[in-house]
């Protein structure tokens, strides 16, 4: 072949899709700066990992990897039905929740459909717009928080979906149920409704919770949550949406027959019966909190109250040279450029010695730029 082939052309949509940004992996960290002690605060992981009960199921299934995964996720469908106290077809797993927002782009997104979402947001539910040559609308934030009245206000009849973040990431931030109640009596049932709990668990706010009762009255309302977060296991990708057994139905259709592997669904099964350690992790999460927020008050720095693990703080000088400085040191965050944030960092709540790690490595670096 000379230097003159042309290249196959792709389809437009993929022209606009803007790569995903991750937080910066730890080997990646050590590679580039060099630094053995890396500490990863940027992707909102549970620091402690997952439950015992995992490691132990997982040992005692490694010999059957040679074995296609059962696709219907069976086991984990009946125990997962039972904890939520929904109907097995209620269910749909996906490889990551980022998974079923993708299934749920396949299924319903034409080109030319609006999709209604914040900004900033989850920034996977613009991409799936992107992917789908679906048109994204994005509306503003109002003091961090999602503003449901400009968002029924920016659904019209070419509205095919609406995420709601909830709680919201980056910001940490939350909807109530009542506000989600008279936001669905605003809108018409033409348009899914996509609610992304993935942080479901982390949430004390009692106004939050029950959105399940949404599901199954007018609108179409698909719930998305995972167990990478609380539970755990974000490196063996699996999470879930819950909706009525139609809908369920439909993104069925559009998923990949073996999307979920052996091991994460083994992990996740084993992972549902440890509520101890669950609870456990909410503690380390919430005394994190309370002293990062201390922290950040001493320095004079002002953050949103988070109702997640992770928190949203303006440090007042370029987000981008502390996210370098603070990288140098070995502590990886996220810099809040991407979201539009030019001056905040989001970091995720350690464990104890990681938060004062944290917290010693910012001071330092506050006092120097
Ligand atoms: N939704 C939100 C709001 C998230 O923050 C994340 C993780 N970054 C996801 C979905 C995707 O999670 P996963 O694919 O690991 O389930």
New binding site residues.
């Given amino acids: 072949m000379t230097s003159m082939a042309s290249k196959p052309s792709y389809r437009d949509a993929v022209r606009n899709i803007a790569p995903y940004v991750p937080g910066k992996p730890i080997s990646e960290v050590k590679r580039e700066l060099g630094i053995s002690d890396v500490l990863k605060m940027a992707?909102?992981e549970n620091p402690l990992g997952p439950s015992p009960l995992v490691q132990q199921a997982l040992r005692e299934s490694v010999d059957q990897l040679h074995l296609y995964p059962d696709g219907y996720a069976y086991e984990l469908r009946q125990a997962l039905a039972g904890h939520l106290q929904v109907e097995e077809e209620q269910l749909v797993f996906g490889n990551?929740?980022?998974e079923v927002i993708r299934m749920i782009a396949e299924t319903y997104f034409c080109p030319e459909d609006e999709v209604v979402m914040a900004t900033p947001t989850?920034s996977?539910y613009r991409a799936v717009a992107d992917l789908m040559g679906a048109r994204p609308v994005e509306v503003p934030l109002q003091n961090h928080t999602h503003n449901l009245w400009a968002m029924a206000q920016a659904i019209t009849d070419q509205t095919k979906a609406v995420f709601i973040?909830n709680p919201n990431?980056p910001t940490g931030t939350i909807v109530s149920q009542s506000q989600l109640k008279s936001f669905l009596r605003d809108i018409p049932s033409t348009a899914v409704v996509v609610l992304?709990e993935?942080?479901y668990e982390y949430v004390k706010d009692e106004s939050y919770r029950g959105s399940l009762d949404l599901i199954g009255e007018d609108h179409t309302v698909i719930i998305?949550r995972?167990f990478?977060k609380v539970y755990g296991l974000?490196g063996l990708?699996i999470?879930y949406g819950i909706s009525d057994s139609e809908t369920v139905q439909l993104l069925e259709r559009v998923r990949e027959p073996f999307n979920t592997n052996a091991m994460a669904q083994i992990a996740a099964l084993a992972s549902l019966e440890d509520q101890a350690h669950v609870d456990e992790s909410l503690a380390v999460n919430e005394r994190g909190k309370a002293y990062l927020y201390r922290a950040f008050e001493d320095m004079g720095l002002e953050y949103v109250p988070s109702h997640t693990n992770f928190i949203l703080v303006d440090v007042g000088r370029d987000c981008l040279r502390v996210f370098e400085e603070l990288l140098a040191k070995g502590v990886i965050i996220r810099a809040g450029a991407s979201f539009g944030y030019p001056t905040k960092i989001r970091v995720t709540v350690g464990t104890e010695e990681q938060n004062t790690r944290f917290v010693a490595a910012l001071a330092d670096v506050l006092a120097t730029t």
Avoid: Q
Wanted: aromatic share 12%.
């Fill in positions: 992707s909102n990551g929740s980022d989850f996977v973040c990431n992304d993935a942080y998305l995972t990478s974000a990708r999470g």
